[in-house]
């Protein structure tokens, strides 16, 4: 069933999805996520012959890499949202409220990993060591991503300040009176 899409509405006419919502639509991602990782981990484990975890690691993260930011671009641009992103109601827009171009979407993708790269660093920078620790410190550096919202005027994450992208609540009709579709 194909989505449809609502016209160009200048971003600033949509309401910012909420950070609980954007969160806990974060959350469902991951849990999909793991599934396409699983699939994409087997895929390259069978083309390569992989035997051993370690064996041929560093290309088994470019190949998640690269499938990951398939997945994303591909969604980002197509309709807007991921699945998760669909069931909270959120939809990705740039500036001016239209789902964004591959390289906007590829952009952002690039700069998402700034939830995961400050707490990787500290956790090499500082040799922590420890699944718990590590967790942990991943949890805590994700934890302060998320507040820096909370300095942003119209709480969107920096990596979307940074792409000028924004992730809006598409239950509210635009306030230039444009019907949402699915709302």
């Known amino acids: ?35 396409v990782v699983m699939v994409a981990g087997f895929l390259y484990g069978t083309l390569t012959a992989q035997r051993h975890a370690l064996q ?3 290309g088994l993260q470019a190949f998640v890499f690269l499938v990951l930011g398939i997945y994303f671009v591909g969604f980002w641009t197509r309709v807007g949202q991921t699945l998760p992103m669909r069931t909270w109601h959120i939809r990705l827009v740039d ?3 239209r789902r964004p171009g591959v390289a906007r979407a590829s952009v952002r993708y690039l700069l998402c990993w700034l939830w995961f790269l400050p707490a990787l660093g500290a956790v ?24 820096l919202a909370f ?22 009709t635009p306030k230039a009176g444009v019907d949402t579709p699915g709302a």
Do not use: K
């Open 124 to 147: 090499r920078l500082f040799e922590i060591s420890g699944g718990g620790r590590i967790s942990l410190a991943l949890l805590t550096g994700m934890m302060l991503y998320a507040l």
């Open 56 to 58: 041929g690691m560093h």
């Open 151 to 172: 300095f942003s005027r119209d709480r969107q994450f920096l990596h979307d300040r940074l792409c000028g992208t924004r992730l809006v609540d598409v239950r509210q």
């Open 1 to 35: 069933m194909p989505v449809a899409i609502p016209p160009a509405v200048p971003s600033s006419s949509w309401q910012p999805a909420n950070l609980r919502r954007r969160l806990l639509s974060f959350v469902y991602e991951g849990v999909l996520i793991f599934g």
């Open 95 to 97: 500036r001016a409220g």
